[in-house]
Nanobody, 116 residues
């Protein structure tokens, strides 16, 4: 079993910042990639950012320049620093881990609400 524990969501005003954290535990032998997705009401889940073993990083166009993904391999943890938040960033954010076996794991999600 693999568990992903997310934290850091909440309510923030436009222009504010939040930092999401996700720690993976359980039977993960080796991680291929870690990342964050989000799903807004009425929309499909979409990639926000991902970071691969070896250092390659992908950002969605909406995240570029505002969000920063980072990883602590020793802790099997991934973080998402979100700055200059906009109302359209409001969504449930999900942590994602892909093992080298290509098994895909998801967290339960953390709500981010950007509103004045």
């Amino acid at each position: 079993q693999v568990q992903l524990a997310e934290s850091g969501g909440g309510l923030v005003q436009p222009g504010g910042s939040l930092r999401l954290s996700c720690a993976a535990s359980g039977s993960i032998f080796s991680i291929y990639a870690m990342g964050w997705y989000r799903q807004a009401p009425g929309k499909q889940r979409a990639l926000v950012a991902s970071i691969f073993t070896g250092g390659r990083i992908n950002y969605s166009d909406s995240a570029k320049g505002r969000f920063t993904i980072s990883r602590d391999s020793a802790k099997n943890a991934v973080y998402l620093q979100m700055n200059s938040l906009k109302p359209e960033d409001t969504a449930v954010y999900y942590c994602n881990v892909i093992a080298t076996t290509l098994h895909n794991y998801w967290g339960q999600g953390t709500q981010v609400t950007v509103s004045s």
